[in-house]
């Protein structure tokens, strides 16, 4: 079956350095896929979209990769912020309803 | 800005009660979701609908119902609410046009069933 990974343990990192988190993904060849970012209580916050034949994207200090032959997208935030802490979501389209498919989230804390 | 609301931010509900959650958008998207967000099982899926008085399925439909009556508004009910649907329920809107996949959050509703 379809099934997306994310690293489950949280990610500690100084201000200023670049967080790197990973989402895998196998049995499948998603067309795109979404990261999301959310705050505790709320719901989740659209950041990047990249599709199958793109090989990366970025946005102001964000940045996402996606390797289709390792199954496998990046994502980056370089001169991470305290602001920036929170938890993010790796969302491929697919699944027996073509939507996205949520993965379970890193949180990432950068401390100051 | 794309706006998604929820009726309640919390929610606390007797085991046996018929519960309704509602959710409205003011984007005039034609998609809109809902699902339910779990410690370790992240976000699943509970039902979707392209249009109105459309719905489909997801991945854990079971013990829930949806109606959409109206473009803006998508209802989750718990026909029959049962203590292992206390959870956090969110719903998202999507344009269906090409290229505009994102999808909008709300708030969410943080349920409890006793």
């Known amino acids: 079956s379809q099934k997306i990974e994310q690293n489950s343990e949280a990610l500690n990192i100084q201000e200023g350095k670049t967080a790197t988190l990973t989402c895998n993904y196998t049995n499948y060849s998603p067309a795109y896929l979404q990261w999301y970012r959310q705050d505790p209580g709320r719901g989740p916050v659209f950041l990047l979209l990249?599709?199958?034949?793109?090989k990366e994207k970025r946005k102001e200090r964000l940045k996402v990769t996606f390797d289709t032959t390792l199954k496998q997208s990046l994502f980056h935030i370089t001169a991470s912020q305290p602001a920036d802490s929170a938890t993010y979501l790796c969302a491929p389209i697919g699944g027996a309803t073509n939507k996205l498919i949520f993965g379970t989230g890193t949180l990432l804390a950068v401390q100051p | 800005d794309v706006k998604v609301t929820q009726s309640s931010r919390y929610l606390v509900k007797r085991t046996g009660e018929k519960v309704f959650l509602e959710c409205v958008q003011d984007m005039d998207h034609e998609n809109m979701f809902w699902y339910r967000q779990d410690p370790g099982l992240g976000l699943r899926l509970i039902y979707f609908s392209y249009d109105v008085k459309m719905k489909e399925k997801g991945d854990i439909p079971e013990g829930y119902s949806v109606s959409r009556e109206k473009k803006e508004r998508f209802s989750l009910i718990l026909e029959s609410a049962s203590t292992n649907q206390t959870s956090m329920y969110l719903c998202?809107?999507?344009?269906?046009?090409?290229?505009?996949?994102?999808?909008?959050f709300g708030p969410g509703t943080r349920l409890l069933v006793l």
């Open positions: 998202a809107s999507s344009s269906a046009q090409e290229g505009e996949e994102t999808q909008y």
């Open positions: 990249i599709r199958e034949n793109e």
